[in-house]
């Protein structure tokens, strides 16, 4: 008797859980895991009000939206963000501070992995970003300046869906977000 109790107990969960998984949509949606410390929580920043951000741990000073977005005075990104190559990801630095530069600055650049790497909001997904730091960051590659040496065809990046580094082709297009360091 307890052997068929069993067997329609497990079948029955089986069902259910089969039933769950059928009408629940699989969809990662972002988030932070409260059980996990937060690696860039807010006081890990300075907010500059113009714009930028300085990261208190690296001396770093960011601009708060990705190339192609705007920063509004209410401390929101609005716009998308530019998908470029890496060859142009290099130059956009240039371009931004020969045409006046950004919030008083004229010395942008790319940042290499390292530094990319150490925004990264490891308890977030979908972006694996502070969002209250920055706004609107689209959870997917930024481009970094760092090549890789063995491969002459491939850079790192920063997958900001969920934080982790990986190589990718210099001909993709992808994300960016300009760094200076702070005098």
Known sequence: MNKKINQTMTQS?????????VSVPMQATAGCNPFVAMTTPDEAFSINNNGTVTHNETGLMWKVCAEGQTWNNDGTCTGSASEMTWQQALQQPQTVNTSGGYAGYADWRLPNIKELSSIAEMACFGPALNSTIFDSAPPQPFWSSS???????????????R????EQMRTGSWHLRLVRNVQ
Request: no cysteine; aromatic share 8%.
């Open 13 to 21: 969960l089986a069902v259910l859980a089969l039933s769950a998984a």
């Open 147 to 161: 090549p890789i040496s063995q491969l002459t065809n491939q850079s790192w990046v920063v997958h900001f869906d």
């Open 163 to 166: 934080g982790n580094v990986t």
